[in-house]
């Protein structure tokens, strides 16, 4: 989609299994004022709009929960090896 009095220029990239929508910009010449006005349009468009969670969100939020403390006690437990390898990289 292209707003040219206003120039913005977008297109719309939709995943319907993460319900999920988003606008990506396309192109060199925008305008922040032209964004400014698609955010206010959009924002009073959807104002009223009501979706219920997402159930993939709790799967990923347990996912990323899951690596952080895995990582976390991996850290931990060989703290040696990664002070190491953190002096080596520093050398480089």
Do not use: C
């Not at 709009?49 to 006690?73: D, E, K, Y």
């Amino acid at each position: 989609m292209i707003i040219p009095n206003r120039r913005v220029h977008f297109h719309v990239e939709a995943v319907d299994w993460l319900r999920n929508v988003q606008i990506v910009a396309t192109g060199n010449d925008q305008s922040y004022d032209g964004w400014r006005a698609v955010e206010k349009k959009l924002r009073e468009a959807t104002q009223d709009s009501r979706v219920p969670p997402n159930f993939w969100g709790t799967g990923f939020l347990l996912a990323s929960l899951t690596l952080a403390i895995l990582s976390g006690v991996l850290l931990f437990q060989n703290q040696v090896e990664v002070a190491a390898a953190f002096r080596d990289f520093l050398r480089l």
